[in-house]
């Protein structure tokens, strides 16, 4: 059985694809977010870039991470969706012109990708390296659920039944 939380992630990558390919960026324009900024540094949402390839029988998954460490990023895989997410936070402090001065920022995020039907979750790969983390996972075998239909030679039926082809 399908989780409707799975389900909702799917939906959810699925409006991003739409809103990048109406040039919208991720997920919201930026002026529908007016209303949320007033909620601090704390609840920002982050979206790494994604990308996933097909190769040499792989499916090959990398988000690019920068400023992170392997310990802050959290890789989970149910109902054949794969779920990248993490925090990330930076602290700065400095003293100039004898002013001391601290900053922060955090920006939490969540990535979703739909992995295709039979997939190994104990055959999935994760390494991180430089903010670069790499997933990798066979692919699964295909089947095929066609069959061969011979073709005969001769004239074809004619008549005011149907034919069945089995």
């Known amino acids: 059985m399908r989780s409707p939380f799975g389900v909702m992630r799917r939906f959810m990558e699925e409006m991003d ?8 960026g991720r997920g919201m324009p930026s002026n529908m977010l ?30 690019d991470l920068p400023g992170m460490k392997a310990e802050d990023v959290k890789v989970d895989v149910e109902d054949e969706v794969l779920t990248i997410s993490g925090e990330r936070q930076h602290h700065q402090e400095g003293t100039e012109g004898g002013v001391f001065h601290s900053e922060r920022s955090y920006g939490s995020f969540s990535r979703s990708i739909a ?37 005969r030679s001769g004239p074809a039926r004619s008549g005011g039944g149907s034919s069945k082809v089995s």
């Open 17 to 24: 694809r739409m809103m990048e390919g109406f040039g919208m």
């Open 34 to 63: 007016a209303p949320f900024e007033s909620m601090g540094a704390e609840t920002a949402m982050w979206m790494p870039d994604i990308e996933v390839m097909e190769r040499d029988g792989k499916l090959e998954i990398r988000a």
């Open 115 to 151: 992995l295709p039907q039979g997939v190994d979750p104990g055959a999935i790969e994760a390494r991180f390296e430089d903010g670069v983390l790499e997933i990798t996972l066979p692919m699964p075998q295909r089947q095929t659920a066609g069959r061969k239909i011979d073709v």
